[in-house]
């Protein structure tokens, strides 16, 4: 029984060796390999932060920190969007690698409602509040010293 066992999955395994879709990317350099959602992987190259598609296509090249965490868990993507961190600012990318909140931010939170994030600048110590639409519209100036967000904004 074994070794017709054996002889039927042989040619699987011949196959497997022959077909780019079983054929493992070895090599590839990355620290780490995270998944990331919505069909994406975070990866960390050189203490970079990018995302491969799940075919293995770099979409967002390693240009981009974590956010300042303890876990350095690679942030994952929220309806289409990620929160990244590029020369000491806040932006946000969309899953092309198109940059939807340009990196011009001392701290930003993705609101969970997907339409806007609240953003906030350090002047002379202390932080300046906002709120930005995702089409990079200043809804409310970034000029309180706090922000309290609900539903309806």
């Known amino acids: 029984m074994k070794p017709t066992l054996i002889l039927l999955l042989i040619p699987c395994f011949i196959s497997a060796q022959i077909n780019s879709a079983f054929v493992v990317k070895a090599n590839l350099g990355y620290s780490k390999v995270e998944s990331s959602s919505d ?20 979409v967002i090249p390693a240009d981009y920190s974590y956010e300042s965490t303890t876990t ?16 000491n600012k806040y932006g ?44 990079n519209k200043v809804l409310i100036p970034i000029v309180y010293e706090q922000l309290q967000i609900d539903s309806n904004l």
């Open 39 to 58: 069909g994406m992987f975070g990866f960390e190259k050189d203490g970079k932060l990018g995302y491969l598609d799940k075919k293995g296509t770099v």
């Open 92 to 135: 946000v990318l969309d899953k092309t690698g198109k940059i939807v909140i340009p990196f011009e931010y001392d701290g930003l939170y993705l609101s969970n409602y997907g339409k806007y994030v609240s953003v906030y600048n350090n002047i002379n110590g202390k932080n300046t509040w906002g709120i930005v639409s995702m089409q």
């Open 72 to 87: 350095k868990t690679i942030p994952s993507f929220q309806k289409g969007l990620v929160k990244l961190k590029k020369d």
